[in-house]
């Protein structure tokens, strides 16, 4: 079962259990970023950006603090990091419509606050998202493709989810109905706490992760459920874009899962990576792998846009 916000712990991850994963040291700073509908909470490394600029977007209940232990090692590579909140999740305030949190609303907001990167530190601007929200970073990539030097989906799928947590889904509206965000928190911490495996983890990441699930947005849980459950297949029009793509993903994800995933690299003639040891949140399960493969892609796409003929960057 998925500890709220957290990972599953149904196969052995490369971290020992007594990890704060979220709560990794980081040097970031808390930043805020105009979004379409308010502001939007992100941590920023800073810096001089001498290999670029990358742009982090988390997935469904999850944060900026997925990519936590990747931050201070792509600064000290020399990458500028911005990990985001999405509008209605964590420290991001959101609508109190269902409807302000569809994909391309969403999508929407990732392309203000590249397009502010952009200004800031030029090119090369590296997207990923992750999970829900790579299916978001898809719709900014397809709204603006110039922006970006490339496109990693990390543990996202060409389409709406299915299988199991798709039924999870399906159970989330009579629950908010019943008590609101907090009766699918403690819903949620009940049957994970079931486990022993989620039980073995620090006291401070379930806090966490109980702090972050409650200020979750009523209206962005139920949208963006919504939206998981619905959105169509769009690989045909990524692929058409041209951008690098990498499409990584843990061995085990049972999010979408790891067939869909390759299918979809094949499709989008996209690089694909096995992050081992890992279900769906590669960035916290193992960190050291998802970072090589990051750096090797991004250094890869950098400079195959340098080699592009002017006028041609994101044709």
Do not use: C
């Not at 957290?6 to 970023?33: C, K, M, N, W, Y």
């Not at 742009?55 to 990091?81: H, I, M, N, Q, W």
């Not at 800031?120 to 601007?125: K, M, Q, R, T």
């Not at 459950?229 to 999010?255: F, Q």
């Amino acid at each position: 079962m998925v500890l709220p916000g957290g990972p599953d712990f149904t196969v052995p991850l490369a971290i020992a259990p007594d990890d704060l994963r979220q709560l990794a040291q980081h040097d970031a700073e808390h930043r805020s970023f105009p979004g379409r509908a308010g502001p939007l909470t992100a941590l920023d490394t800073g810096g001089e950006a001498a290999r670029g600029t990358a742009l982090l977007v988390a997935g469904y209940t999850g944060s900026k603090e997925d990519f936590a232990p990747l931050l201070a090692p792509l600064a000290d590579a020399g990458y500028r990091v911005v990990a985001l909140d999405q509008r209605g999740q964590y420290e991001s305030p959101g609508p109190d419509d269902p409807a302000a949190y569809s994909v391309e609303e969403l999508g929407l907001d990732v392309v203000v606050v590249a397009r502010v990167l952009r200004a800031e530190s030029g090119e090369p601007l590296h997207l990923l998202g992750h999970s829900f929200g790579g299916l978001v970073t898809r719709a900014a990539v397809l709204a603006e493709p110039a922006l970006f030097t490339s496109f990693t989906l990390l543990g996202s799928g060409p389409s709406k989810l299915g299988g199991r947590r798709a039924d999870l889904l399906d159970h989330l509206g009579p629950l908010l109905d019943a008590g609101g965000v907090r009766l699918v928190h403690e819903t949620l911490e009940q049957v994970a706490m079931t486990d022993p495996k989620a039980q073995a983890v620090p006291a401070p990441t379930r806090e966490f992760y109980s702090r972050r699930f409650l200020r979750n947005s009523e209206a962005g849980l139920r949208g963006m459920a919504d939206a998981m459950l619905t959105e169509s297949d769009r690989v045909a029009e990524l692929a058409a874009v041209g951008l690098p793509l990498l499409v990584a993903h843990g061995e085990a994800d049972d999010a979408w899962l790891p067939h869909v995933q390759e299918d979809m690299a094949q499709r989008l003639g996209a690089r694909h990576e096995v992050i081992l040891n890992s279900i769906h949140s590669p960035a916290v399960e193992n960190p050291a792998r998802t970072l090589e493969v990051l750096l090797d892609f991004w250094a890869h796409a950098s400079a195959a846009s340098t080699q592009l003929p002017p006028g041609e960057e994101g044709a």
